[in-house]
């Protein structure tokens, strides 16, 4: 089989259908659009979900969630992530090496969640109570 021999199944497409061709051709006259009415006329439609002047669905159900702009530009890193940075001194490019953040990181925040083995340095980055507390239990320190 090759791509230049591919073809629909017989009987999967079916021909265009020629409309206003006269009476003999089964859509003669109205073309299959009824009588009258805004969407028998030429270019007389309206907009998407409108309708006919009733509050639309939309408009109708209550509006829910947010999604913030700012959250592509901050990122959580929890304790146990830490030990992924090989670097001695953790920062934000040090963080972006190890993959532990998103390239598109532009501040970062450590919070209490795992626990961390090794003693290390923060720098530039946030830090929770209960994180700061434990980077120091570790023998680590923020700067």
């Known amino acids: 089989m090759r791509l230049n021999t591919l073809k629909p199944a017989p009987g999967a497409r079916r021909p265009r259908l020629r409309v206003g061709r ?4 089964g859509q003669g006259k109205t073309c299959g659009r009824g009588t009258k009415g805004q ?4 270019g007389g439609y309206h907009k998407v ?3 006919g002047g009733q509050m639309p669905l939309q408009r109708r159900m209550p509006k ?3 999604r913030s702009d700012i959250k592509r530009t901050r990122a959580e890193v929890r304790l146990h992530e830490l030990a992924k940075v090989e670097a001695a ?3 934000l490019e040090a963080l972006k090496q190890a993959g ?3 390239p598109s990181a532009e501040r970062a925040k450590v919070v209490l969640s795992g626990e961390l083995k090794k003693a290390v340095t923060l720098k530039g980055v946030a830090a929770t109570k209960g994180a700061r507390a434990a980077i120091e239990a570790a023998g680590g320190r923020i700067e």
């Not at 969407?39 to 030429?42: D, E, L, N, W």
């Open 49 to 51: 979900g409108f309708e």
């Open 100 to 102: 532990v953040v998103p």
């Open 64 to 66: 829910v969630g947010f």
């Open 89 to 91: 001194v953790v920062d």
């Open 22 to 25: 006269g009476a003999s051709a």
């Open 39 to 42: 969407r028998a006329r030429k």
